[in-house]
């Protein structure tokens, strides 16, 4: 059977690596130190970035699974749960750790801006490849950090240690821009796919049942997160993609009032608005004239 692990403090985490508590909400990990492990189930009441050196099993979140090799970053959240799958005979862990208690938020700047770094929403076939300058980076932050573990912990410790983790996620932003424009050419078969996807919804009975799509189900639907799919559709197109969406509706909008004698009512109903009166709102915002007053004047 599957071995379970529900990690809720440091000290569980670090005793479970092998590793010494210095801080009770923070640490920076080795997993070289470990003891060999096979596959485990582990669940996460901390915030983790795990800098990936080897490919040691199928690691899953949920029904998918990582998109990941040699230099990977991955992030978990609190109240996360990694798999790591495939992996029945015992091996070695490899890689480097940032593990911080949601704790050390409090009262930090980091604590207000924690919510901004969209990346702790990404699925886990989302995850970040770094280049190796990137990683040398990445591994010299979590130096800093672990320096700074180790002084005497005074009234400045925190302030300090939180503005490293926030520079380093501020280079994670910075990557990620990097990442979304060397994988332009599948980023383009996504906005592609979206594109289809919106096509064939609205030629569809599912604007009658389900409304017009939310960013959400389209996600869903190109099997990514929300958070990771709306910043490459903004990435890409340079508008939000709920703001994609709008352009859609109102496109099919404009087709439906020039070309058939249907009413704004009905044509409403067609793209999923429950009132047509929303549908007059957002026509008005996007276009300057009304439903009507666009087919007056074509």
């Known amino acids: ?68 090799q040699e230099g990977t970053l991955v992030f978990i959240s609190p109240g996360q749960m990694i798999d790591v799958e495939n992996k029945i005979d015992y091996y070695q862990p490899v890689g480097h750790g940032l593990v911080f208690h949601p704790d050390m938020l409090l009262g930090t700047s ?27 980076l990445v591994l010299d932050l979590f130096s800093k950090i672990d320096t700074e573990l180790h002084q005497s912990i005074d009234k400045h410790s925190k302030k300090v240690i939180a503005s490293n983790i926030e520079l380093l996620f501020n280079h994670c932003d910075r990557f990620y821009d990097r990442q979304f424009i060397t994988r332009e050419t599948v980023n383009k078969g996504v906005i592609d796919k979206f594109e289809n996807l919106l096509n064939s919804y609205f030629e569809s009975e599912k604007p009658y049942t389900l409304g017009f799509p939310s960013v959400a189900y389209c996600a869903d639907q190109l099997h990514f997160s929300a958070k990771y799919f709306g910043d490459l559709i903004k990435k890409e197109t340079g508008s939000t993609a709920q703001e994609y969406i709008q352009n859609k509706i109102i496109d099919i909008a404009k087709n439906k009032i020039y070309g058939t004698r249907k009413t704004v009512s009905e044509i409403a109903y067609e793209l999923g608005f429950k009132y047509p009166q929303h549908l007059n709102r957002l026509f008005k915002q996007r276009v300057g004239l009304t439903p009507n007053e666009f087919r007056t004047l074509n």
């Open 1 to 68: 059977m599957e071995k379970e692990f529900h990690f809720k403090s440091i000290a569980e985490y670090n005793a479970f690596n092998n590793h010494q508590t210095i801080h009770p909400l923070v640490s920076v990990l080795d997993f070289s130190k470990a003891n060999t492990r096979t596959g485990s189930k582990m669940y996460f009441d901390l915030y983790c970035v795990f800098l990936k050196d080897v490919k040691c099993g199928d690691l899953k979140y949920g029904r998918e699974y990582y998109d990941y």
């Open 110 to 136: 980091l604590g207000k801006a924690i919510a901004e770094y969209s990346f702790f929403s990404y699925n886990t076939n989302e995850a970040l490849h770094l280049s190796p300058k990137e990683r040398d």
